[in-house]
């Protein structure tokens, strides 16, 4: 499809839509959803306790703490471990398939003191300081943000109550986070060990179809161009976005597997549950960024284009984000899937190239990118090499 094609289709979902009473256009707010301990954790018999932070611009982030069905919330035991979700999605993502399946409640088994991390814009996290969810400016963050701000501050919230350096386990979005946020000493200096499922740094080799199609078209600078800074697929546009994707064009899981690759292992009688939860709203501006790292084979900070750098950044290009900084004695563990069309192989050795630290891989030939938090055989397959490394790490005693 030509560009202009494209931008014109997407013109023609939004405006009708969008031009109507601003009130009226969001179905969905982000204060209208329960607290995800007691819709989730909660009914499945497990001690969970909402806590709220604030970052320092101001965000105000939901995270939940999660302990084994036999312990006192209060007398945690085992080392703190923090759970950061991907692109679109929540910390619910972690709870969705049975407890014997989900690596939420799998931790907790384990004595693990579990962490649920929420980023801004999820329907989880309980908006800002002063800014309201309608105004653009909350919507004008991206992953870096994500990055030095909400996980900075999870990881000194955590920190400042159990007095103990903290395991981290992130999906996607939650593992580009994690490789920005890490080769910051301040930010490293609190984290035990990492894993990382369907790593992400590079994007230049992406193979998604709708993915690469959405970027040759330029979707994101179209989305921006028509002023939408908060991208919210509940909302009544995006309902009507993805209805139309769904019906008329491919069916939803065709979708899901044109963006995500070829899961293996998902359980079809969970979907209606998946979507009740996802996706969670993010914002246009880090779609864009996503856009830029694809189309420039980077991993550097937003680019604003040539005059706007040079103000914000004193140099012409925006600055990248340095892997070999990420210490050498952090432990890094790594799971990546052969059908995983967002985490491509080419990317993840660009990015093993420019580390210091030599991570443990597994590799799951059959994975999509969903399969890693939705699989219904991930224990096996994923969250018990996982937890086996992390107690191979010794400091683990009280697990
Ligand atoms: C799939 O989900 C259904 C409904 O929750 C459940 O009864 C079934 O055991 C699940 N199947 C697998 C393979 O986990
Ligand atoms: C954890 O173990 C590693 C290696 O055994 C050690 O270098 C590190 O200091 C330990 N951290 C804590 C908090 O005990």
């Not at 970052?55 to 939940?64: A, Y």
Request: aromatic share 12%; with cysteine; charged share 20%.
């Amino acid at each position: 499809m030509t560009r202009p094609l494209m931008a014109l289709i997407f013109l023609l979902y939004f405006f009708p839509l969008y031009s109507g009473d601003d009130s009226s256009y969001r179905s969905v707010a982000l204060s209208d959803y329960k607290s995800l301990c007691s819709q989730l954790v909660q009914p499945a018999g497990y001690p969970c306790a909402e806590h709220t932070i604030e970052t320092k611009d101001g965000f105000l982030l939901g995270l939940q703490r999660v302990s084994s069905r036999d312990e006192d919330l209060e007398k945690q035991k085992g080392p703190p471990i923090l759970l950061l979700h991907g692109l679109f999605m929540g910390g619910d993502g972690w709870f969705l398939n049975s407890a014997r399946q989900s690596l939420g409640f799998i931790l907790a088994d384990n004595g693990f003191d579990v962490w649920i991390g929420n980023v801004r814009g999820t329907r989880w996290s309980h908006g800002h300081t002063s800014l309201s969810e309608d105004e653009k400016e909350f919507w004008t963050w991206s992953w870096e943000e994500l990055a030095l701000y909400d996980l900075a501050e999870m990881l000194n919230y955590i920190n400042s109550l159990t007095n103990r350096k903290i395991y981290v386990v992130g999906h996607s979005q939650g593992t580009i986070m994690s490789f920005a946020a890490l080769t910051q000493p301040d930010i490293a200096n609190k984290v035990e060990a990492a894993a990382l499922l369907s790593p992400i740094s590079y994007l230049e080799h992406i193979t998604a179809p709708l993915v690469r199609l959405m970027v040759d078209t330029h979707l994101d600078m179209v989305i921006l161009a028509a002023g939408f800074r908060e991208l919210n697929f509940k909302s009544d546009w995006g309902t009507v976005l993805l209805d139309n994707l769904c019906d008329r064009l491919v069916n939803c899981i065709n979708v899901l597997s044109s963006i995500t690759g070829e899961n293996c292992c998902l359980n079809r009688s969970r979907f209606d549950l998946f979507f009740e939860y996802e996706p969670h709203p993010s914002s246009a501006k880090n779609l864009h960024h996503l856009f830029q790292m694809i189309r420039k084979g980077t991993f550097s900070r937003y680019d604003y284009g040539l005059l706007k750098n040079l103000r914000v950044y004193g140099q012409r290009k925006p600055p990248e984000f340095d892997l070999s900084r990420i210490p050498k004695s952090l432990p890094l563990w790594m799971a990546y899937g052969g059908n995983d069309e967002l985490s491509d192989w080419t990317d993840l050795e660009h990015t093993i190239k420019e580390l210091k630290s030599v991570p443990e891989l597994v590799y799951l030939e059959n994975y999509g990118h969903v399969d890693f938090i939705l699989s219904t055989t991930a224990k096996k397959d994923v969250y018990d090499p996982m937890i086996k490394f992390f107690k191979s790490l010794g400091n683990s005693s009280s697990l």
